[in-house]
């Protein structure tokens, strides 16, 4: 015996398409033998006709992936979209630059390492993009025999 109308009547009971609609196997006598709302609506109180579970993509694979990259892998070339600029801006990667710089010789001067004076002369070589970074600054004081040991 056909059991289509069975099918489309539980599909709109459940609230889910034809395909979606599951029936036990073992118990489906009783499903061909429901013709009336009622019975159907009973059958799926028994669990005798159930909406199968909706599919969903994995997450297995993301959250795999995601893990490595807490461990900084898969961070390759072949990962990154878009110029350098565009995942660090320029002004931000200035900022970072300058304030290192900036804290470096702060803390010469505070040492007791070099004088206001040569401070104020390297503070403003490093805003005017003059040194590449602090191991920069460290050849140029050597270069100029500017850097004076504690006393």
Do not use: C
Not at 35 to 61: A, C, G, M, Y
């Amino acid at each position: 015996m056909n059991i289509s109308n069975q099918r489309e009547m539980s599909a709109k009971m459940l609230g889910v398409g034809k395909s979606k609609v599951w029936f036990n196997a073992d118990r489906i006598s009783e499903v061909k033998e429901a013709i009336t709302k009622h019975d159907i609506r009973s059958l799926i109180k028994k669990k005798v006709i159930q909406r199968k579970p909706e599919l969903h993509s994995s997450r297995v694979r993301a959250r795999k992936r995601l893990v490595q990259r807490r461990k900084g892998r898969q961070k390759g070339p072949g990962t990154k979209k878009g110029t350098s600029t565009s995942r660090l801006g320029r002004k931000e990667a200035w900022m970072i630059t300058v304030r290192g710089q900036r804290a470096f010789i702060k803390e010469l001067r505070v040492k007791d390492h070099i004088t206001v004076l040569t401070y104020r002369n390297l503070y403003s070589k490093v805003k005017g993009g003059y040194f590449r970074n602090k191991r920069h600054i460290k050849l140029y004081l050597i270069e100029h025999k500017l850097g004076q040991e504690k006393k």
